[in-house]
């Protein structure tokens, strides 16, 4: 056998994703990498999303990676800026911004040539690479609503993703659209200073009280500062913890039915206006959407310069929002908190696999992968926290590591010269789709809601599995499922 083959590889975003995927690759000897960053930073979801109130909803000893654990986080739960600079710091001690990082780089097209793929990014430059990345996450893409009269308000409006730090808010009357984890935040953080606040909730949601506000003690930070094996080791307390969220979510149970008792008293005892409570009563149950935490949303709506309205929004005008009872709400600005189109992944860009096939004709029923990573028709191409990732249930930056770890393994076997293409068969995806459909039954996601885990399609874009099940899948690679080519010399 001749020397190792050194793959050149793109990866396709530099958020948790990318960034976990490209520090895995440096660990296992590939090099030859290029992260291409459609945005001014790293970060990726982290970098676009400013909003006032951003929070982490996870604690941070679990929002992190395992390889870089941070001792000092300021608080239990992160605020938005500190994770930002937490990604940021791990990219820069990592190499990846001297080396690897290409930013404002925009891929707009990507296509195998039956021997390599070349991917293009916006300003007409191409690279070459044996194995594509695709890391581009999942709340990427913000959903603006098709109001009637959205574009004619002489006001600002701003999408939560897309904030602008230089529009005012203190002082305005400001109208807030979407009641998710978004919604909940921004309508928290904005009401104090606001001279009147209203809160379009279409839908309500469950909004189980959690003291967000909590530091780490300067004690802790020490102590983890001085003893990283501390620090380590907290880390997987805190991933033994994080099984009983997955078991929560994914089978009904009593221990289920306990957090969802928590999430009505979280409602009965903030709010005991009858009517108010009827209006912020969801009509599922808890934990059926992404479940939204806070400690200070109800307490904001209930202020004197808060409303919320549940009524239909019929139009905006060029002055506020015309509701369907008739009622005009005047406002100086429109905050779009609702949410992102989820299930577009690497779409818009222009993605060309095996023969011609594009990615829109590939999933055309919805997205689709094997073990989250791989799609047929695509050799030599991998998703991280791709369709069916377990972004409700299991630390998705463990996910992103336990899946890059996957990736370079077969990136390995290339190297060695094992094979020139591989490719998922499509019997072993629809396989796996049937055991994601099927271990879905049970799951909280099932009982009867509509949230953005739901395709277009109506299939729940999640894993229905834990944490040792999705580890044992992106063990080592199955053969069986793969077709593995050798190119003709
Ligand atoms: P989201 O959960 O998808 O919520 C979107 C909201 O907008 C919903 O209330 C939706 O109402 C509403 N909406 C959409 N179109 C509308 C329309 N035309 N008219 C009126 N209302 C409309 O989005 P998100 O709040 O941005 O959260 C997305 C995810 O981001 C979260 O679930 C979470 O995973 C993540 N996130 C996390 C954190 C964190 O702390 N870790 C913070 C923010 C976000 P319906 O329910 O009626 O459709």
Redesign the pocket.
């Known amino acids: 056998m001749g020397a190792p083959r050194q793959p050149r590889i793109v990866i396709i975003g530099a958020g948790v994703s990318g960034i976990a995927s490209a520090i895995t690759l440096q660990r296992n000897g590939f090099h030859d990498f290029v992260m291409l960053e459609k945005g001014s930073d790293v970060g990726g979801v982290w970098h676009w999303n400013h909003y006032p109130g ?5 604690p941070s000893q679990l929002y992190q990676f395992g390889f870089d654990p941070k001792p000092d986080w300021s608080h239990v739960f992160a605020p938005g800026p500190e994770i930002q600079r937490y990604l940021a710091d791990v990219a820069r001690r990592h190499g990846l911004l001297r080396s690897h990082v290409r930013l404002n780089s925009e891929v707009v097209a990507t296509t195998f040539t039956g021997t390599e793929w070349q991917v293009e990014t916006a300003d007409g430059t191409r690279y070459e690479a044996d194995f594509v990345i695709a890391a581009t996450g999942v ?1 990427h893409h913000p ?1 603006v ?3 009637p009269g959205l574009g004619d308000f002489t006001g600002d409006v701003l999408h ?1 993703a897309r904030w602008d730090d230089a529009v005012p808010t203190a002082g305005r009357r400001i109208a807030v ?7 909940v ?1 921004v309508v928290s953080a904005l009401q104090p200073d606001a001279q009147h606040i209203t809160h ?4 309500p ?1 469950w909004v189980i009280w959690a003291p967000m506000w909590l530091p780490q003690p300067a004690l802790v930070s020490g102590l983890l500062n001085r003893m990283p094996q501390v620090n380590r080791a907290l880390y997987q307390a805190g991933m033994a913890g994080a099984k009983l969220f997955t078991d929560v979510v994914t089978r009904p149970s009593w221990r289920r039915r306990a957090v969802q008792r928590y999430a009505r008293l979280s409602l009965r005892a903030q709010i005991s206006e009858p009517e108010l409570r009827e209006q912020l009563t969801p009509d599922y149950e808890p934990l059926c ?2 479940q939204v935490l806070s400690g200070s949303y109800y307490r904001a709506l209930r202020a004197r310069n808060a409303e919320l309205v549940t009524t239909a ?1 019929d139009e905006v005008t060029a002055t506020g929002i015309r509701t369907a009872d008739g009622r005009h709400h005047e406002a100086d600005m429109i905050v779009l ?4 189109r989820a299930h577009d992944y690497m779409r818009p860009m222009n993605l060309t696999g095996r023969e011609g096939v594009s990615i829109d004709d590939a999933w055309a029923k919805g997205p689709r992968a094997y073990r989250m990573t791989a799609i047929p028709g695509f050799p030599n191409l991998f998703t991280v926290l791709g369709p069916h990732s377990p ?1 409700g249930s299991i630390p998705l930056h463990h996910a992103a590591e336990v899946t890059a770890r996957y990736i370079t393994r077969w990136i390995r076997r290339w190297s060695a010269g094992e094979f020139d293409t591989v490719e998922v068969t499509e019997e072993a995806t629809g396989r796996f789709e049937s055991e994601v459909a099927e271990a879905m039954g049970p799951t909280v996601w099932n009982t009867g809601c ?3 885990y739901f395709t277009e399609g109506g299939s729940i874009d999640l894993l229905p599995f834990d944490r040792a099940t999705m580890e044992s899948m992106l063990d080592e690679p199955d053969d069986r499922d793969f077709h593995l080519r050798v190119r003709a010399t």
Do not use: H, M
């Open positions: 951003l929070t982490c909803d996870v709340l959903a609503p098709d109001i939560t659209l979407g009641t998710g984890s978004t919604g935040q379009f909730v279409r839908s949601q959407k992404r929004i908190a609702t949410g992102f972004t509509n949230s953005w």
